[in-house]
T-cell receptor
Framework: GQQLNQSPQSMFIQEGEDVSMNCTSSSIFNTWLWYKQDPGEGPVLLIALYKAGELTSNGRLTAQFGITRKDSFLNISASIPSDVGIYFC???????????FGTGTSLTVIP | DTEVTQTPKHLVMGMTNKKSLKCEQH?????MYWYKQKAKKPPELMFV???????INESVPSRFSPECPNSSLLNLHLHALQPEDSALYLCASSQEWRFYEQYFGPGTRLTVT
């Protein structure tokens, strides 16, 4: 299947720091999504992006749909301990029936 | 109610057993999905049901048999599994077949011995 590569693979940061992660693909996607998954739980949708260049915020989270439509970025400002988890990007093709998760970024916040 | 429930939470089965995973939602959603997630890996799509009809089967081996008896319920029947099938099995649902509107359940942790 399609490979969506996320970087970094893992992050260890101090509480209060800002976080940046990205997701790249060799293919174009029409929709980019960002999810957070806590241990023992399913992924929860954080932000959805539908248009190239779009910048969308959800509280302390901001995500951008790359101009090339082959990448997306997620920023978390002023991290807190409950931000700990695995963050997945996901891409949806223009046909709407091809959907792939990225490789994930594991975030650890040190109090 | 925006909840997708999955039972059981944990399941241990032998390679000769037959078992079933159950997923339920009461949000009136007409699309339901099964994913498989190995440890430290992203979820991988297995099946999509739309209006109780199988719409996508991502070349999943026949030892996994999905069933959608009604719009609220999705089952995954398991038979003659292999140890490498051990994983977290996630169910999701959405109003219509739109991946970007999925709600995920907490998953069933399956161990095949």
């Amino acid at each position: 299947g399609q490979q969506l590569n996320q970087s970094p693979q893992s992050m260890f940061i101090q509480e209060g720091e800002d976080v940046s992660m990205n997701c790249t693909s060799s293919s174009i996607f029409n929709t980019w999504l960002w999810y957070k998954q806590d241990p023992g739980e399913g992924p929860v949708l954080l932000i959805a992006l539908y248009k190239a260049g779009e910048l969308t915020s959800n509280g302390r989270l901001t995500a951008q749909f790359g101009i090339t439509r082959k990448d997306s970025f997620l920023n978390i400002s002023a991290s807190i301990p409950s931000d700990v988890g695995i963050y997945f990007c996901a891409g949806l093709s223009n046909t709407g029936n091809q959907f792939y998760f990225g490789t994930g970024t594991s975030l650890t916040v040190i109090p | 109610d925006t909840e997708v429930t999955q039972t059981p939470k944990h399941l241990v089965m032998g390679m000769t057993n037959k078992k079933s995973l159950k997923c339920e939602q009461h949000m009136g959603h007409r699309a339901m999905y099964w994913y498989k997630q190995k440890a430290k890996k992203p979820p991988e799509l297995m099946f999509v049901y739309s209006y109780e009809k199988l719409s996508i089967n991502e070349s999943v081996p026949s030892r996994f048999s999905p069933e959608c008896p009604n719009s609220s319920l999705l089952n995954l029947h398991l038979h003659a599994l292999q140890p490498e099938d051990s994983a977290l099995y996630l169910c999701a649902s959405s109003q219509e077949w739109r991946f970007y509107e999925q709600y995920f359940g907490p998953g069933t942790r399956l161990t095949v011995t």
